[in-house]
């Protein structure tokens, strides 16, 4: 999917919105294979048009509540240490099947609730919950985009006088 298209399909379930199109800023193709090494991870599918699309500035579209892509709080390393520990958690209960398909967290809402992507399935786009209050995970059957909608028709309705068009977030290049 196109940058316009990206763009136009989070924007349909909020329109009135308004966004920024001139701070909406994504990661080139040579990045995007440098956040994969760095990450092991494969980037495909629907992350793939996020990343390369609106992946460092959504313009508006997006909080940084949602999307931990966006805090600025969060450097590189601060993403990488992020991740790591995540895995650890999956590891230290046994869901080995999931770190097999090297999972990518991109959302973590209420300090307990992570929402990834498995990133080296073949359904790459299939959206996973985990709840760490209950050590479970649960398929959502939402995919990356219709969770990410889903989002902006929630998160960003609710948190909108917290959002600005300025939000950057970082997940390549070490300052």
Do not use: W
Request: hydrophobic share 35%; with cysteine; net charge negative.
């Amino acid at each position: 999917m196109n940058k316009q298209a990206q763009i136009c399909c989070f924007h349909s379930i909020y329109p009135e919105l308004f966004i920024n199109y001139n701070k909406i800023n994504g990661y080139s193709i040579d990045e995007i294979k440098k956040i994969e090494k760095l990450y092991d991870i494969e980037i495909k599918g629907q992350l793939y048009d996020f990343l390369i699309s609106l992946g460092r500035c959504s313009g508006g579209l997006f909080s940084d509540n949602a999307l931990i892509f966006y805090r600025g709080n969060m450097a590189v390393r601060s993403h990488i240490f992020f991740q790591h520990s995540f895995c650890e958690e999956l590891f230290n209960l046994q869901y080995y099947d999931f770190l097999k398909e090297r999972p990518f967290v991109f959302s973590f809402e209420n300090e307990t609730q992570y929402f990834f992507v498995l990133t080296k399935n073949d359904n790459s786009d299939l959206v996973y919950h985990y709840d760490e209050n209950q050590e479970i995970i649960i398929p959502t059957g939402l995919t990356f985009n219709e969770h990410l909608r889903n989002l902006v028709n929630t998160d960003t309705r609710m948190c909108i006088e917290n959002i600005t068009d300025d939000l950057i977030g970082e997940l390549i290049v070490i300052k």
